[in-house]
């Protein structure tokens, strides 16, 4: 089975920060990578899809990258909507990672 | 208005059975791949089972053999049987889709509560 490994699992920040959040899967899944991001008590939502494009509507100081094993998301600059726990996912076989909760710093 | 809205959460004893469903509107059950996914208490989320357009279905390793993915075409719905329930599958428990090819989950539920206790 292919194994989906996030990390930080918590990351504090401020408002205006860059940050990045790193998955890494156990063997290569070529683009097939989703991130999500998740409020407390809501369901998650798209963000970026095939590693790199961005879903409708989410703003363009989200951004992905990677291929193969490792990828990366990246908030520009962080705004106050932003604080939320991320996953990332694999999805031939649907395997998600185990979240980044962003806070406040 | 594209949306996915489940039912059928609650209170089970472990051992118990529960059907969940889901009712989609703005887009058509039996085209796209449906899945369910589950999230315990303060934990992450994990994939729980999916059926293809096809037909063809997959389960996690957790839930293998005691959980059941179908869907109704007439009712646009999306359905799981969960039966031999147990503490551990207690979670909220989303329904999700992908209705464009190439994407993953763009379209989910508000979720549903299962609750596996004595």
């Known amino acids: 089975d292919i194994q989906m490994t996030q990390s930080p699992s918590t990351l504090s920040a401020s408002v205006g920060d860059r940050v990045t959040i790193t998955c890494r899967a156990s063997?290569?899944?070529?683009?097939?990578l989703a991130w999500y991001q998740q409020k407390p008590g809501k369901a998650p939502k798209l963000l970026i899809y095939?590693?790199?494009s961005l879903e409708s509507g989410v703003p363009s100081r989200f951004s992905g990258s990677g291929s193969g094993t490792e990828f990366t998301l990246t908030i520009s600059s962080l705004q106050p909507d932003d604080f939320a726990t991320y996953y990332c996912?694999?999805?031939?076989?649907?395997?998600f990672g185990g979240g980044t909760k962003v806070e406040i710093k | 208005e594209v949306q996915l809205v489940e039912s059928g959460g609650g209170l089970v004893q472990p051992g118990g059975s529960l059907r969940l469903s889901c009712a989609a509107s703005?887009?058509?059950?039996?085209?796209?791949?449906m899945s369910w996914v589950r999230q315990a208490p303060g934990k992450g989320l994990e994939w729980v089972s999916v059926?293809?357009?096809?037909?063809?279905?997959y389960y996690a390793d957790s839930v293998k053999g005691r959980f059941t993915i179908s869907r109704d075409n007439s009712k646009n719905t999306l359905y799981l049987q969960m039966n031999s329930l147990r503490a551990e599958d207690t979670a909220v428990y989303y329904c999700?889709?992908?209705?464009?090819?190439?994407?993953?989950?763009?379209?989910w539920g508000q979720g549903t509560m299962v609750t596996v206790s004595s």
């Open positions: 999700a889709s992908r209705t464009v090819a190439g994407k993953a989950f763009d379209i």
């Open positions: 703005g887009f058509t059950v039996s085209s796209n791949y």
């Open positions: 059926i293809y357009s096809g037909g063809s279905t």
């Open positions: 063997q290569s899944i070529s683009s097939w």
């Open positions: 095939k590693a790199s």
């Open positions: 996912q694999q999805y031939n076989v649907l395997t």
